[in-house]
């Protein structure tokens, strides 16, 4: 099956500063990116999805200039946390969809912890 | 609106006994159906899915589901549990009518323990 990456796996920041996740399709290409956040023990809370080459669309209550997307490629979606706060700590999981395909294939996740 | 509904937040079974974990749907079509499971600070692991064709659907780790158009049910089964199958499971649904690269809508998941 199609292969997702995501780097880092882990990271820890101190409040106030910029982090960055990427996510990657190894063997596919990516038309459509999502980005999903989810709290201890709880669902995956759809953030944004993102399309390759045009602005990503965020779910109601999404800062998006907190939680900057970019799609610049195929295989590629970066989602960067700015001026992380505490409260941003989470398990951040991308999936990635090619052309017409009914199928997502989820990265391993990051686990986000801000000090 | 689209939305998943797996009723019990978590679901105990002895290793050797058949387990099942329940969802039901809503959507305003026709459903693609999938099962996740996720072991501690991982990601997804897929399941298992229903697109169409047989309503009884096999998938990873002997576990199965079975569509249920009347009920909007897709339960997830597995005759002998084990208790590897210990884990968080999400069922999640697309509306076949939507567009590719639409997300998945996602259940609150449940956790399976399996003693021995």
């Known amino acids: 099956g199609a292969v997702v990456s995501q780097h880092p796996s882990r990271v820890i920041c101190k409040s106030g500063t910029s982090v960055k996740i990427e996510c990657r399709s190894l063997?596919?290409?990516?038309?459509?990116m999502f980005w999903y956040r989810q709290f201890p023990k709880q669902s995956l809370m759809l953030m944004a999805t993102?399309?390759?080459?045009?602005?990503?669309?965020?779910e109601q209550g999404v800062e998006k200039d907190k939680f900057l997307i970019n799609h610049a490629s195929l295989t590629l979606s970066t989602l960067t946390v700015t001026s992380a706060h505490p409260e941003d700590s989470s398990f951040y999981i991308c999936?990635?969809?090619?052309?017409?395909?009914?199928?997502?294939?989820f990265g391993p996740g990051t686990r986000l912890t801000v000090t | 609106a689209q939305s998943v509904a797996q009723p019990e937040d978590q679901v105990n079974v002895a290793e050797g006994n058949p387990l099942t974990v329940k969802c039901t749907y809503s959507?305003?079509?026709?459903?693609?159906l999938f099962w996740y499971v996720q072991y501690p600070n991982r990601g997804l692991q897929f399941l298992l899915k229903?697109?169409?064709?047989?309503?009884l659907v096999k998938g990873s780790y002997g576990f199965e589901a079975e569509f249920n158009k009347s009920q909007t049910s897709f339960h997830l089964k597995k005759p002998s549990a084990l208790v590897s199958d210990s884990a968080l499971y999400f069922c999640?649904?697309?509306?076949?009518?939507?567009?590719?690269?639409?997300?998945?809508?996602f259940g609150k998941g449940t956790t399976l323990s399996v003693s021995s």
């Open positions: 999936s990635a969809s090619g052309d017409a395909s009914y199928e997502q294939y």
């Open positions: 063997d596919f290409q990516a038309t459509t």
């Open positions: 993102s399309n390759e080459g045009s602005k990503a669309t965020y």
């Open positions: 959507v305003s079509g026709n459903p693609y």
């Open positions: 229903y697109i169409t064709g047989d309503n």
């Open positions: 999640a649904v697309r509306d076949r009518a939507n567009q590719a690269g639409t997300a998945l809508i």
